[in-house]
């Protein structure tokens, strides 16, 4: 059976990035950069104070020599003139070093009167001046294309003075779920029924990967009715429906997806949850058959859509963070498949212990909740107490 890590490579190499847009800085916050930039700008334009105190020459600034007051020097303004020798300027944080001038001594570190500055101590060429270009040159690259925007690099931008930054499109993401069984949000499921979490769950995870979410509703376990909703999800760059993909006589996903012309590349990965996935091509757009499961429907999303979602968005890093964990108490992957095991996650003596979060069974979405990675365990293993554990990282971890 495929692995997870050949299924993924199969599925990202046939993906085909989006096109760009351009986008108000801010709103390009969690978005893909699409362009590298250069900075036009150098940053800070000029060497300034990073005190308030006095701009001196270091060498005349000898302990107990009296320098001579010649002017001020505020944020926003130029100094007036030059320093010669002998001769302080007072100069406040973020202010323009006058020319001639090369440290600045805090005012706690001298004497003063209005015309007269005393240091106590001895001032190095080059304290407290923050110089020219200490941030960024002109022409330095200062970010990389595949990167997401965050905080700092919005504020980056607003320095060199780009109001608008080149992005990667979102992707727009048919959400379809399938099963007679299914009662949507708004109805009392009937007595035959269970209530529809697939749709939203992944509707959640599109959105978290950088996604456009659109729900094509929920399909009973008819062909017809698989493929008016496939067809209604035409316009998305991407199909990703749960349930229907095992081998059952009801399973009718993948005869749906290829009675409307789809190509279906791979199904069945050698991991627990989630084996039965399926991935095609449908006019040139992946199309995904995710297991109904809840938990498989999002382990599987995890592991594979929402890597092939972020390429799509031309973003460089895809995977996840993997770290090496200790475990918390034994943690046992039973049977022949690759399992993926929901953990949580505590710091502890400076190292990750890693619990299983209750019954891994593939319809506890509780379970899901409280995790918050996926240990990765190879078949028929038990990994101890006190032993190291892969888990890749599914959140911010936040506890210390
Ligand atoms: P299937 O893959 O169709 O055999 O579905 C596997 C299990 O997942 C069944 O117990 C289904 O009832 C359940 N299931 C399928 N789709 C959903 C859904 N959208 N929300 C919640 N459970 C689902
Ligand atoms: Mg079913």
Redesign the pocket.
Known sequence: MLSVEAALEQMLSRVEPLATERVDVLSALGRVLAEPVRSTRLIPPWANSSMDGYAVRAGDARPGAALTVVGRVVAGTLPERPLAAGEAMRIFTGAPLPAGADAVIPQEDVDATDARVTPRGTTQSGAYVRPAGEDVRVGDLVLEAGIVLGAAEIGLLATLGRSQVEVSRRPRVAVL???S??ADLGTEPGPAQ??????YSLMAQVMEAGGVALNVG?APDRLDAIGERIRRAREADVLVS?????V?D??LVREAFIAAGAELHLWKVNMRPGK?ITFGSLEGRPVFGL????V??MVTFELFVRPVLLSMQRRRRVHRMRIRAVAAAPIRNAGSRWGYLRVSMEASDGRWLARLTGDQGS?ILRSMVAADGLAVLRPDTTIETGEPVEVIVLRELTSL
Not at 194 to 199: D, G, L, R, V, W
Not at 291 to 294: F, I, L, S
Request: net charge negative; glycine share 18%.
């Open positions: 779920s399938t099963g069984e299914l269970i209530p529809n979490a697939n749709t929920v749960s349930a229907g993909v095992s059952g009801l399973d039965p297991p109904g499961n809840p498989s429907a319809g």
